[in-house]
């Protein structure tokens, strides 16, 4: 045989199946797995779409319904034990010394929300502060409801008395502010040769919105001429003061026109009424020129004879005024 003449040989390898398919078996659990949150979604969906008659109802199917006195009770057999024989009987049996779960039994939906077990929780408030300045650790919720003052000033006496105080302080910073005002207008009416002698016709109230100054008509000094709303030159000029007075300050203002009781004598249908009006309107034009800010004025009102200065004969010639409130807002009470 020639030395390239060799046997081929050929080798042949089987598989040992190592390395083959692992099998199924990891379906079977995956597929249980999804199945049980199946039911698990399915049961929060019933549970959230149900109403409390139905969930109560589900509540009790589920309850333990086991007697505590031996076996005798309202379930399945009624109060009814077997006797010996198995016949079913009333009579007493051995009762159990242990102690049966009673959960849920009082309140069967406490076994699906946890927040109705607990109906009054331990609530722990570290170093409360007590009205004479000692801390304590209080618990609150032990079988009650924390008691809450009605009075707010009572848990807390100190600060009842800084806001009183506040309050007292702030009603005679308002005194002072309308004295003031009161005051200056005096002064520069009195201090007016031309004026001097109309201080009488200036009459200044206290009333709730602030301090009311009203321009009178006087027996012998008329502030305005009869049946019309054409504003004179002296009144004018009391407007203008009352104007000059108060034009710093951020105070609305309101205007109002008043007449006696005498009737108007023109029958076209104009009234005290429309001369009330008139007048005012006319007021809040000379206030304007003289540089109040229009938007100051919220309100002019012509009210005729139905508001007679208290005291006097609605037919008095007092009564014939207009009336300029500069509004004070009143402190509140604590």
Do not use: C
């Amino acid at each position: 045989m020639a030395r390239n003449d060799q046997p081929i040989i050929i080798k042949k390898v089987e598989d040992d199946g190592g390395h083959g398919h692992h099998g199924g078996g990891w379906k079977v659990a995956y597929a249980d797995f999804m199945t049980a949150m199946m039911a698990f979604f399915l049961l929060l969906w019933i549970l959230a779409a149900s109403d409390e008659e139905k969930l109560r109802g589900l509540a009790d199917y589920f309850t333990p319904s086991l007697s505590e006195s031996g076996g005798r009770g309202d379930g399945l057999l009624d109060g009814m034990v077997l006797g010996p024989d198995g016949v079913m009987t009333g009579t007493d049996g051995p009762r159990s010394d242990v102690q049966l779960p009673s959960f849920g039994q009082e309140n069967p939906l406490a076994v699906f929300d946890s927040r109705l077990r607990d109906e009054f929780p331990q609530v722990v408030v570290e170093y409360e502060t007590r009205p004479d300045g000692t801390k304590t650790d209080t618990t609150a919720g032990e079988g009650e409801a924390a008691e809450t003052p009605e009075d707010p000033s009572q848990a807390d006496p100190i600060q009842a008395a800084a806001e009183a105080a506040s309050a007292a302080e702030a009603e005679v910073q308002r005194d002072e502010a309308m004295k003031r005002v009161e005051q200056t207008i005096i002064d520069k009416v009195a201090g007016d040769s031309r004026l001097e002698d109309y201080v009488e016709n200036l009459r200044f109230d206290r009333v709730p919105e602030g301090l009311d100054i009203q321009i009178v008509d006087k027996e012998g000094r008329s502030m305005f001429d009869t049946g019309s709303a054409r504003i004179t030159d002296r009144t004018r000029a009391l407007l203008r003061v009352i104007g000059e007075a108060i034009i710093d300050m951020p105070n609305s203002i309101t205007v109002s026109g008043h007449t006696d009781s005498v009737p108007y004598s023109q029958s076209n249908g104009y009234s005290n009424w429309e001369l009330s009006s008139d007048r005012a309107n006319a007021t809040r034009r000379v206030l304007v020129d003289t540089g109040i800010s229009p938007s100051r004025i919220t309100r002019i009102s012509g009210l005729a004879d139905t508001a007679p200065i208290e005291g006097t004969d609605p037919l008095a010639p007092e009564n014939r005024r207009i009336s300029v409130t500069v509004n004070f807002p009143q402190v509140p009470r604590p």
